[in-house]
């Protein structure tokens, strides 16, 4: 119970610190992969989602999208409205929580997939880093008090 009522009291700087986090988190690069020793990409999550898009996969590009950028912020809206107007998160909010760790499980796997095959070298850059502090930030921040 302390523990809630200490997150509650720090809940504007989790809340700035989640922000941040999600705003370095699309935007830095998640993954580096490294091909023949002389190539190399780092996309960023904006990337990859523009990519995409420009490439014709305008129905993933709209579902990573959705789950990677629009879910998180419209959940971090509801926790900035709730901590400025002290009520609870509506329990809709919450599940949109439970989708926003899958891009960070589909970079793991993105991941261990290059590793293993032996066609790249796949190495974690802060993007990935950033973008999973926002969330678990976000998660904590948006404990209930009762």
Known sequence: MEVILLIHTLRP?????????????????????????FFSETPSLLGIVSGL??????????????????FPIIK???AFQSAIHGGIMPA?????????MMDVLLVAL???AAKTSGLATAISQ??????????????VASLDKN
């Open 76 to 78: 971090m809206g509801l």
């Open 92 to 100: 809709w909010a919450n599940m949109l929580s439970k989708w926003s």
């Open 126 to 139: 802060p993007g990935i880093w950033f973008y999973a502090l926002s969330v678990v930030v976000l998660a």
């Open 110 to 112: 993105v991941v261990f």
């Open 53 to 70: 898009w420009s490439d014709g996969g305008i129905a993933l590009a709209i579902i990573v999208a959705l789950f990677s950028i629009l």
């Open 13 to 37: 700087y989790l809340l700035m610190i989640s922000a941040i986090s999600f705003g370095l988190g699309i935007t830095l690069p998640l993954v580096r992969f490294e091909k023949l020793y």
